[in-house]
């Protein structure tokens, strides 16, 4: 899980990390990119590479290998002095001009293999305050404003916008929501202001709102490739109606729901 950055002025930020290996369990292993973020519009910079899990299976770096942003091969430099090997790529501002998604893997061009477990570089969109989905009688923020503004600043080449606001939501029939979705769209937001512990007067616990957070940015990116509610409680895609049933599921979804999602457009680039 990415840091999330969604001060009170804010409303935007992307996640990254929802199509890491690990949700779709196939591999054992996992990609990691650092920085996992940039602003749009800044200087290129050298994003490092790197994969954990079992060792039997992790990708160990080598020299012949050619880090690719969005397929297209970028300068990169393998290290091995003293301590673990290291892969760093050169990422120029043209990549970064404007923003969006890219979709970041290796190529070992000694033996043509892909490690093509997809992580998604994420660059935020800003979009200045929510202000305009503001209801003065709820005190609470629409979520179908802030959907429809998604949509519209949605990059063009983004595969999926997710908003993380700190703004409490709400559709005029259900006194709040955690988040909101397009089914089968691009955009979808999750509210943070339900899942602090700090809302139901406890201390505050980081990182359980970090989990809190994450379940609920996968059940509305979930939606956005088309998935249903599921009826399997410990699923991220079951729906939740107070933060007892958040808790109860996994950061995770159900082999059923993780099968439906392989399948839909856009969900395997791999
Ligand atoms: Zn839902
Ligand atoms: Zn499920």
Redesign the pocket.
């Known amino acids: 899980m990415p840091p999330i950055r969604a001060g009170a002025s804010t409303l935007i930020f992307l996640c990254s990390g929802l199509f890491s290996s690990s949700l779709f369990g196939q591999s054992g292993y996992t990609m990691n990119l650092n920085p996992a973020t940039v602003p749009a519009g800044g200087s290129g910079f050298s994003l490092d590479v790197s994969f954990n899990g079992n060792s039997q299976v992790a990708p160990q770096p080598k020299s012949s290998w050619i880090v690719r942003w969005n397929g297209s091969p970028r300068p990169t430099h393998f290290t091995q002095s003293n301590g673990p090997a290291d892969i760093k790529a050169d990422i120029s501002a043209s990549d970064i001009a404007t923003p969006g998604i890219a979709e970041i893997s290796v190529l070992d061009s000694d033996t043509g293999q892909v490690y093509s477990i997809t992580r998604w570089f994420v660059v935020p969109v800003d979009i200045n305050g929510a202000d305009f989905a503001y209801d003065a009688g709820r005190r609470q923020y629409a979520s179908i404003a802030v959907l429809e503004t998604l949509v519209r600043r949605c990059p063009d080449d983004a595969l999926k916008l997710l908003a993380v606001t700190e703004r409490d939501l709400f559709i005029p029939v259900l006194t709040f929501v955690y ?1 909101h ?1 397009q089914l089968g769209g691009r955009a979808a937001v999750v509210s943070l202001a339900r899942l602090r512990q700090e809302f139901f007067g406890l201390p505050g616990n980081p990182g359980l709102l970090v989990q809190r957070a994450l379940k609920e940015a996968l ?2 990116t979930g ?1 956005t490739f088309g998935l249903v ?1 599921c009826a399997d409680g410990g699923c991220a ?1 079951s ?1 939740s109606t107070n933060i007892r049933q958040i808790d109860l599921k996994r950061a995770a979804f159900c082999a059923a729901c993780a099968a439906r999602l392989r399948r839909r457009p856009g969900a395997a680039r791999t």
């Open positions: 988040g979705a059940h509305e939606h509610h895609m729906l």
